[in-house]
């Protein structure tokens, strides 16, 4: 694997310089194929900048909360108490994989997090038994299960489609998709447990065997600690910040009110999935102190995330007022029909998603063109909002846009952990671009 490595290291830009080329290649195809002057372009992207604000927040919200909730105590607890689970090398990848994948399929921002830290929690537990293991694989199996984190909870395309007066809802004739024909339709969730179970299987075919080399968890390193927020009670007001009331109160009623917004037949949207989080971690921090220092920590991560999004705005601008939406729909339907179109929307969006790595502004990007393609063709736009999700998670594998923080906690390069993710994406990628052309003939 090492020219892919080579290539990737050398070659492959930040994810905000991909989005400033791509807003070049989107404004210059604009006036070339279509009738759009330098000043119609211009407009068209100035004006569309602020498309995606609330859906930029709601963006930020999943990845801070994921975040938080990750190194909330009861959670590191509980990583620490499960990194004791497996008593193999073999056992442990498979393991890590598998709690990565589902904390994943409950928000993408907890399981990036979750899987490293176990990953590595997992190693010192193995180093303390005198049990080898070779930690690039498993960090390389903790990043794998976010191959499925599209088809959960907090899928940005699919709650997008769900949520009224969305981006998305242009395309969908002014209405909303349901999360039910989508992320928790049955061949969605048959999909994502055939994901599993392959990867899992290939996580353990692919293991070191006896002889190979094996690169433990160097000696200086153990479990990673997690700063303490400072909770020095010195004032009135520091008591006020030191007590868990405030924090049990709120958490208790938003609690409440997601329990009555389900009761009164309320769907689940962007906004509901973030309120869900957030109302988890008011009842597991010990006080606003501990919030707060979860809060900054987080907050870090979602810096170039949040200064992309008005940059895939502008491109959403420039495609719809150019007409270029519409042309690209038309040369997709050209090539595509009601049985191929699953899998060659899953191909294309993860082609897409090596130029626009955040899944929700692949799907501000592609959506509208893959709806549009879809409308044309008499295909259930389910299918479209799945294959651009599908396609969004696939070639997360070997984009190293959302590894650098995996390999930040590891302490590893994307050339440790390539070779294994490449196995990742063969086997997941069959598994999804089967799973899309049998519903398409269904």
């Not at 070191?208 to 009670?233: H, K």
């Not at 191929?340 to 955040?358: R, Y």
């Not at 923080?405 to 590891?410: D, R």
């Amino acid at each position: 694997m090492s020219p892919i490595n080579r290539f990737l290291e050398r070659w492959i830009p930040s994810a905000l310089t991909f989005a400033i080329i791509l807003t070049i290649i989107v404004a210059i195809l604009a006036m070339t194929l279509t009738q759009s002057s330098p000043v119609d372009v211009l407009v068209g992207w100035g004006n569309g900048l602020s498309g995606l604000l609330a859906f930029m927040t709601q963006m930020c919200l999943v990845l801070l909360l994921g975040f938080m909730l990750a190194n909330t105590r009861p959670v590191r607890k509980l990583l620490r108490r499960a990194a004791l689970v497996p008593k193999t090398a073999a056992a442990a990848y498979v393991f890590v994989f598998i709690v990565a994948a589902i904390a994943s399929l409950i928000t993408w921002g907890l399981g990036l997090i979750v899987g490293t830290l176990l990953a590595r929690e997992i190693a010192v537990q193995a180093r303390e038994r005198g049990m080898k293991v070779h930690f690039p694989l498993l960090v390389a199996a903790g990043y794998s299960g976010f191959v499925v984190w599209h088809m959960g909870y907090s899928g940005s395309g699919p709650l997008t489609a769900a949520t009224p007066d969305s981006f998305l809802a242009p395309s969908l004739g002014g209405k909303i998709l349901p999360i039910t024909e989508t992320t928790f339709s049955t061949w969605n969730m048959l999909t994502a447990l055939a994901v599993i179970i392959v990867v899992a299987v290939l996580m353990y075919l692919i293991r070191p065997r006896a002889n190979d080399t094996i690169f433990e968890l160097p000696q200086q390193i153990g479990s990673e600690s997690l700063s303490e927020a400072d909770d020095t009670v010195t004032t009135p007001a520091d008591r006020i910040d030191a007590s868990r009331i405030l924090t049990l109160v709120l958490g208790a009623a938003l609690t409440a009110y997601l329990i009555v917004h389900f009761v009164q037949g309320g769907s689940l949207t962007l906004d509901i999935v973030n309120w869900s989080f957030l109302a988890l971690i008011l009842l597991l921090v010990r006080n606003p102190f501990e919030l707060i220092h979860l809060t900054k920590q987080a907050a870090s991560n979602v810096g170039e995330i949040l200064l992309q999004f008005p940059l895939y705005a502008g491109i959403l601008g420039i495609m719809a007022s150019s007409g270029l939406i519409q042309l690209f729909s038309d040369a997709f339907v050209s090539i595509a029909n009601p049985t191929t179109f699953g899998a060659l929307a899953f191909l294309s969006a993860g082609i897409v998603n090596f130029f626009v790595p955040s899944g929700g502004g692949q799907f501000a990007v592609q959506g509208p063109i893959m709806l549009d393609a879809a409308n044309q063709l008499g295909v259930d736009p389910s299918i479209a909002i799945m294959a651009i999700a599908y396609g969004d998670q696939w070639t997360n594998m070997i984009q190293p846009f959302w590894a650098l923080p995996v390999l930040a906690i590891a302490g590893l390069k994307m050339r440790d952990i390539l070779g294994y993710t490449f196995v990742t994406l063969i086997g997941a990628g069959v598994v999804m671009a089967v799973a899309l052309t049998i519903v398409s003939v269904m």
